[in-house]
C-alpha cells in the first residue's frame, strides 16, 4: 500500500496465506510530515491518495523468512522527506505509487 509515492504496507497473499506487515513506521511519520506539507491532510485529496498496487507475481513460498527478507528491502533513507519537500518545491513531484522505490530498495 502507497500513499501517493511512499509505500507503508505490503501484503502478501496465495491460496492459503494472506499477511499485511507494516514498514518502518517512518515512512508513516513521511506520509503525515508530506500531507501536510502539500496541503492534503485532513482531506478527500490525502484519502483518494491511499492505494494498493499489485506491484509483482511471486512465486515462492510465503514463509516467514521469506516475508522478512522481501519486506527488509525495503530500507527508509534518512532524507525521504527533505528529498520529496525538495521535488514538490521545485514542482517536479511525482506522486505515482512505487515512484520512489529505487531510493529505497536494495539499500
Known amino acids: ?20 506487515i507494516k ?6 511519520f513521511a506520509v503525515d510530515s508530506i500531507s501536510m506539507l502539500d496541503g492534503s491532510y485532513g482531506s478527500d485529496d490525502y484519502l483518494d491518495g491511499w492505494k494498493w498496487v499489485n ?7 510465503l514463509t516467514e523468512e521469506f516475508i522478512d527478507g522481501y519486506t527488509n528491502k525495503y530500507k527508509y533513507p534518512q532524507d525521504l522527506i527533505k528529498k520529496i519537500t525538495s521535488l514538490l ?19
Not at 55 to 61: A, F, G, R, S, T
Open 55 to 61: 506491484k509483482e507475481d511471486i512465486k515462492e513460498e
Open 1 to 20: 500500500m502507497y500513499w501517493k509515492e511512499i509505500p507503508v504496507q505490503i501484503e502478501f497473499s496465495d491460496p492459503s496465506t494472506k499477511k499485511s
Open 89 to 107: 518545491e521545485l514542482n517536479k513531484r511525482d506522486e505515482a505509487p512505487g515512484s520512489i522505490d529505487s531510493w529505497l530498495v536494495g539499500k
Open 23 to 28: 514498514l518502518d513506521e517512518r515512512f508513516q
